[in-house]
């Protein structure tokens, strides 16, 4: 059964160790991640974008070194064995960690390039999936949005992106689907927003925003959706 949906950014910085000097300068964002993290059952399906589509289970763990520093992070209070993870895994057993430490985490993610229709599908079926399960389940969407809203973004200055992240936050402050399920391509988490489109369409229930912002040129947006 799904209970609740939290969304928050695929964010590296979100973690002290790696943001340094800036850590006290994200406390506001980090504080929304883990606040909506705690919307969640122990149960989390974690879906975000990555290179390919993939899947992890709760018993693995891995680490941060990749991105400067060796934090670890587990799936579940029994992980055991560390292996390479995607940033958005990495993130959702960081986010467990700190937010609930006895819940467990399976991880999915989408291909970045994966078409919008295939990506509501997804969605469709994964909300089928816990629908079939009396477990409560919570779903974390690990994803960004646009990566070019300033001139020090990551990705450069596209003018454009300022309207799309604009109207990407909207999308996920207001729970509107449809406009999920049609994002352009400069939404980095694209085909993550589309599975949460399809897990929660015609719309979810309520709506609760927490933070949203551009630090560094970068879209970020944490939240909860009741479905």
């Known amino acids: 059964m799904l209970v609740a949906v939290a969304i928050v950014p695929s964010a590296p910085l979100l973690v002290p160790e790696l943001a340094g000097a800036a850590a006290d300068e994200l406390a506001g964002l980090r504080d929304a991640v883990l606040t909506a993290a705690t919307a969640l059952p122990q149960r989390w ?65 989408q291909a970045a390039d994966l078409p919008a229709e295939q990506a509501r599908a997804r969605g469709l079926a994964l909300r089928a999936e816990c629908d079939q399960t009396a477990q409560p389940t ?8 646009c990566h070019t809203l ?18 990407l936050d909207e999308a996920l402050a207001t729970g509107d689907t449809a ?10 988490g694209r085909s993550a927003f589309g599975v949460l489109a399809g897990l929660t369409e015609p719309a979810p229930r ?15 947006f944490a939240g909860v959706w009741q479905p």
């Open 150 to 167: 300033t001139p020090a973004a990551p990705g450069g200055h596209d003018p454009a992106s300022t309207e799309v992240q604009n109207a």
């Open 45 to 109: 399906i974690a879906v975000g974008t990555a290179a390919a589509d993939g899947g992890w289970g709760p018993e693995l763990a891995g680490t941060f070194a990749g991105y400067g520093v060796d934090v670890r992070i587990a799936l579940s209070p029994s992980a055991g064995e560390v292996v390479e993870l995607p940033l958005c895994a990495l993130i959702a057993g960081w986010i467990r960690g700190h937010a609930a430490p006895e819940a467990q985490v399976q991880v999915r993610s």
């Open 138 to 145: 919570g779903v974390l969407v690990v994803a960004d949005g």
């Open 179 to 188: 406009a999920l399920a049609a994002l352009p391509d400069l939404v980095v």
């Open 206 to 220: 309520a709506t609760k925003e927490l933070y949203r912002g551009a630090p560094y040129g970068v879209g970020y």
